[in-house]
Nanobody
Framework: QVQLVESGGGLVQPGGSLRLSCVAS????????MGWYRQAPGKQRELVAV???????NYADSVKGRFTCSMDNAKNTVYLQMNSLKPEDTAVYYC??????????????WGQGTQVTVSS
């Protein structure tokens, strides 16, 4: 019912910035939140950021203060602005649609993923 298309990944030097975009199409009103996951080799999948329909955000401690999640409802697009990037931020980043209840986030749809590599 919902298709998610990501873009914006690439190679960046430590301390640099990238902005990921995720465009949603289809029946998007079944979801009250969207979130970004990342998967790095040898590490568990990590929920990086969640944004609710009203714009409230939550971030993992590992990215707090450096990453910012935002949305444009008119364009059905969610963004992840990543600043002060570190090598440990290297991962495949996934856009997801889901629901936020209390402190839990439930994922219903996944994007294809986009590679982010931070290296000098």
């Amino acid at each position: 019912q919902v298709q998610l298309v990501e873009s914006g990944g690439g190679l960046v030097q430590p301390g640099g910035s990238l902005r990921l975009s995720c465009v949603a199409s289809g029946s998007i009103f079944s979801f009250n939140a969207m979130g970004w996951y990342r998967q790095a080799p040898g590490k568990q999948r990590e929920l990086v950021a969640v944004i609710s329909r009203g714009g409230s955000t939550n971030y993992a401690d590992s990215v707090k203060g450096r990453f910012t999640c935002s949305m444009d409802n008119a364009k059905n697009t969610v963004y992840l602005q990543m600043n002060s990037l570190k090598p440990e931020d290297t991962a495949v980043y996934y856009c997801t649609a889901g629901s936020q209840r209390s402190t839990s986030y439930y994922t219903y749809s996944w994007g294809q993923g986009t590679q982010v590599t931070v290296s000098s």
